[in-house]
């Protein structure tokens, strides 16, 4: 089996949980796929991610460097082909046994597309705007091909050919004037981000690897916390350590430990466990791992865009758009806590309600306060939710829920 191509087939482990290059039979209905499959990620996809730190990064300085609200919207805009281009690849290679050096040469030329999108980013809006959309259109056809052999689709209209049009459109649309370009883009974007919603009912069929997906989609939230560090860290290297400035990066630092904690203390085992439960797993990989999860890599970008000035200049009264990325981007990474977790199983807890609330307020506070004190505030906030949720589950109490619906995974 290891000789074909694209069987939609689990990789299982042996016995000893070490092995991932074994094939499973492909006759059946579910086509081969088993209950009790265990995939890791590889090497390869490992080296993938390091072409999406380069993504975040630019995306991260775009924002950053933005001019107001129209500049912050169309840093935000280039995020999402990225978004799509690397979501693609993780459900191409859930649960695909292919031979180990056609999965290398397919995913090094999915990076090598991303890689010229990356260098593309700072002047996507001006001269490169073709060379955007149309590295963009190659990783989608890329991405598209495998799948159609693969037949993982029992439809022909499904998210991956709307993909290589949306790829194509994007190409076409860089040919446009900057102005009109953005706008071409924006609805593009749309249409994109609408597609697993319109379509994502014929879809429920596909059945998940329960182990890779969740670690793909927690390694990228790594790949965004990474990009906060980064940030951080340069901005301390061009800075004289005083001690307010010392303090700054030291409060930020501890905040992004606070962000990391929030999620991978209990948010990752969490989805895990919801895929495996879920009856129909595909809802979840559309609204927990797809729109979640992309909401929770902006809610962090923004937030590194507002640590950078935090620590670039901790005395600076910032105004406008730019006094408002940290506060908004933790308020976005903490409430879409919320949506996920209303998603899986169908209630947020008052915690993570109440630390998005808190966050909000304390982002319609910033503008006008030394860049320290909002910095300083959120990082106080996120530490004493995760604080809280400690003590509540080791002592054995449960967090109070706001139920709304059942959830896809069931309470």
């Known amino acids: 089996m290891?000789?074909?191509?694209?069987?939609?087939?689990?990789?299982?482990?042996?016995?000893?949980?070490?092995?991932?290059?074994?094939?499973?039979?492909?006759?059946?209905?579910?086509?081969?796929?088993?209950?009790?499959?265990?995939?890791?990620?590889?090497w390869a996809e490992l080296f993938f991610d390091l072409v999406f730190v380069f993504a975040v990064t630019q995306i991260a300085h775009a924002v950053y460097v933005g001019a107001g609200w129209a500049g912050l919207g169309r840093s935000v805009l280039l995020f999402v082909p990225f978004w799509w281009a690397w979501v693609g690849c993780a459900i191409l290679f859930n649960g695909m046994v292919i031979?180990?050096?056609?999965?290398?040469?397919?995913?090094?030329?999915?990076?090598?597309?991303?890689?010229?999108?990356?260098?593309?980013?700072?002047?996507?809006?001006?001269?490169?705007?073709?060379?955007?959309?149309?590295?963009?259109?190659?990783?989608?056809?890329?991405?598209?091909?495998?799948?159609?052999?693969?037949?993982?689709?029992?439809?022909?209209?499904?998210?991956?050919?709307v993909g290589v049009l949306a790829g194509l459109a994007w190409t076409l649309a860089g040919l446009l004037p900057a102005d009109s370009r953005q706008w071409a883009w924006l609805a593009i974007a749309l249409i994109e981000l609408a597609v697993p919603i319109v379509l994502g009912?014929?879809?429920?069929?596909?059945?998940?690897?329960?182990?890779?997906?969740?670690e793909r989609f927690g390694l990228f939230i790594i790949i965004a916390l990474g990009e906060t560090l980064t940030d951080i860290g340069q901005g301390g290297t061009h800075i004289a350590l005083h001690s307010q400035e010392a303090v700054t990066l030291f409060v930020a630092f501890l905040l992004s430990c606070g962000l990391w904690w929030t999620y991978f203390q209990y948010g990752a085992s969490a989805t895990e466990h919801a895929l495996?439960?879920?009856?129909?797993?595909?809802?979840l990989v559309r609204s927990s791992f797809t729109y979640g999860h992309m909401l929770f890599v902006l809610g962090i970008i923004l937030a590194a865009a507002g640590m950078s000035q935090a620590v670039a200049d901790p005395g600076a009264h910032l105004h406008g758009m730019h006094a408002l990325l940290l506060g908004s981007g933790v308020t976005l990474y903490?409430?879409?806590?919320?949506?996920?977790?209303?998603?899986?199983?169908?209630?947020?807890?008052?915690?993570?309600?109440?630390?998005?609330?808190?966050?909000?307020?304390?982002t319609a506070l910033s503008p006008g306060l030394p860049a320290l004190a909002p910095l300083a505030m959120l990082a106080a906030l996120v530490i004493a939710l995760n604080a809280v949720e400690f003590y509540r589950v080791s002592t054995g109490k449960p967090l109070l829920l706001i139920n709304v619906w059942q959830g896809a995974a069931g309470r």
Do not use: W
Request: hydrophobic share 45%; glycine share 8%.
């Open 2 to 42: 290891a000789s074909e191509d694209y069987p939609d087939t689990p990789i299982e482990a042996e016995a000893d949980g070490d092995s991932t290059e074994i094939t499973a039979d492909d006759s059946g209905e579910d086509h081969g796929r088993s209950p009790h499959a265990v995939q890791r990620v590889t």
């Open 276 to 283: 495996r439960v879920a009856k129909v797993p595909a809802v």
């Open 334 to 362: 903490i409430a879409t806590f919320c949506y996920t977790r209303i998603m899986m199983f169908g209630g947020a807890s008052y915690t993570r309600v109440g630390a998005a609330l808190g966050a909000a307020v304390i």
């Open 201 to 214: 009912h014929r879809l429920d069929y596909m059945q998940f690897d329960a182990s890779h997906l969740p």
């Open 99 to 161: 031979t180990a050096t056609k999965r290398h040469l397919l995913l090094l030329a999915i990076a090598g597309a991303a890689f010229v999108m990356c260098i593309s980013v700072p002047d996507a809006y001006g001269n490169r705007g073709v060379l955007f959309g149309g590295a963009y259109l190659v990783s989608r056809i890329l991405l598209g091909i495998p799948m159609q052999r693969r037949e993982a689709f029992r439809i022909r209209l499904n998210p991956f050919t």
